[in-house]
């Protein structure tokens, strides 16, 4: 490894640890998954303003309903019916010795922080404790994103030039289903390659799992509980469809397996119905999510197949037959994979070995990210590589190890540095 880079970075540490930290501090939540908007205003801002004293030239572009109808109709990628006021992308560009540029993406935006009484500290007041940075979106992924950002500040800092141009993406509602990294693709970005700054465990993640929500609403008739048989319970309808669905899962399990990936899953995860004890429930509805396999399953396989089992099922029940139940997909995004023997994959792993004096593992995902939309959309070689681990991801006192955070500073520098060697 390059000793100088070492070297700079063990001087300038408590200055890149302090810009983590000030990311933290500014709450940048999603409501309601993006669909009721999201606060990434502030955040936004300041990484603005620092990659503009990075000397880097930064454009902001604003979301738009329009632009995700058009992916959602051009790649069916796309989460609509969200609340866009102050809600920005921020692309930054630096110029580097090469007309190949290198691009790193990462979200600005969390979860909101639940269980508050359960935390060690206030979330949005990040503390460094025994070699650990808590807060909100430490480890999703303000840590990946501000180690893009100083990896840049580092090398500058080395008084070395950047051999290629490097392309900083921090986007909004990717909470939201990623909606902002398919905004920008849409309107399009210059790239050659892009990392996504995701948790990866201390691996190369080159395959995630592609996932799709649905909502599934059930009808009955209700009357006293006394009289039972004459209604018709939306639960015990609900459930007939579950128990199919359930089905649907095991001969998924049965026909699709993966190298790097578990098997396709169905989680019920909400089930709401019914008005009291003494009623039969006209209503219920429930939630669920899938997850299936990049290549060999596809968005509209799987939504075939759950569709067509809710209707054979429905068309089995003398009731479901002439009152089928409705459904709904909320959020949906692709599957990812990437060829191991791509000459990117190889400069990653060459990055990674550099730094970390061991070769970093290629394995999957079972969480989606950003990097279906790269390989979709912009088609171009991406692969997820960031500090932290997903266990640390939408949890109470999330946090990231500062080791992490500084030794992938020096991974992102090094993969610039040979990125076109």
């Not at 922080?113 to 935390?119: F, G």
């Not at 939306?234 to 098997?263: D, P, Q, T």
């Not at 023997?341 to 989606?368: C, I, M, N, Q, R």
Request: hydrophobic share 40%.
């Amino acid at each position: 490894m390059n000793n100088l880079l070492k070297d700079t970075l063990v001087k300038n540490k408590e200055n890149y640890i302090k810009h983590f930290l000030d990311l933290v501090s500014i709450d940048t939540h999603v409501i309601g998954h993006g669909i009721k908007g999201g606060k990434e205003k502030e955040g936004q801002l300041y990484i603005k303003k620092l990659l503009e004293d990075l000397g880097a030239t930064v454009k902001t572009e604003q979301m738009t309903e329009e632009t995700i109808m058009l992916a959602l109709e051009k790649y069916n990628e796309g989460n609509l019916g969200h609340n866009y006021e102050d809600r920005f992308n921020v692309l930054a560009s630096f110029k580097g010795n090469s007309d190949k540029t290198l691009l790193f993406n990462g979200h600005v935006d969390t979860m909101p922080a639940d269980r508050l009484k359960d935390w060690i500290i206030d979330p949005l007041k990040p503390q460094v404790i025994d070699g650990k940075i808590y807060g909100i979106g430490a480890a999703d992924m303000k840590g990946g994103l501000m180690a893009s950002m100083m990896a840049v500040k580092l090398i500058k800092d080395c008084n070395i030039e950047l051999p290629v141009n490097v392309k900083i993406l921090s986007v909004v509602d990717e909470e939201g289903g990623g909606n902002g990294t398919i905004h920008a693709l849409t309107r399009g970005v210059d790239l050659d390659a892009a990392v996504v700054c995701e948790p990866s465990d201390g691996n190369i993640i080159i395959a995630h799992m592609g996932f799709i929500f649905f909502e599934v609403e059930v009808s009955g008739v209700a009357l006293h509980s006394g009289k039972k048989w004459e209604g018709v319970s939306a639960i015990e309808k609900a459930i007939k469809l579950i128990n199919a669905l359930n089905e649907l899962e095991h001969r998924w399990l049965m026909l699709y397996k993966h190298k790097r990936l578990a098997a396709p899953t169905l989680n019920v995860g909400v089930i709401e119905g019914g008005s009291a004890g003494s009623t039969v429930p006209d209503k219920c509805v429930f939630k669920m999510c899938i997850h299936y396999l990049p290549e060999i399953m596809s968005y509209d396989s799987v939504k075939e197949d759950v569709i067509n089992t809710l209707n054979l099922c429905a068309n089995g029940d003398e009731y479901l037959r002439n009152n089928p139940p409705k459904y709904n997909i909320y959020q949906a995004g692709g599957g990812f994979e990437m060829d191991e023997a791509h000459p990117f994959v190889e400069k990653v792993k060459d990055a990674y070995k550099t730094v970390a004096g061991k070769e970093g593992a290629l394995t999957g995902s079972f969480a989606g990210n950003d990097a279906r939309t790269f390989r979709k959309i912009g088609q171009v070689p991406t692969v997820i590589l960031g500090p932290g681990n997903l266990e640390q991801c939408h949890t109470v006192n999330e946090y990231l190890l500062e080791e992490e955070f500084l030794k992938y500073i020096l991974i992102y520098a090094e993969l610039i540095l040979n990125f076109d060697k």
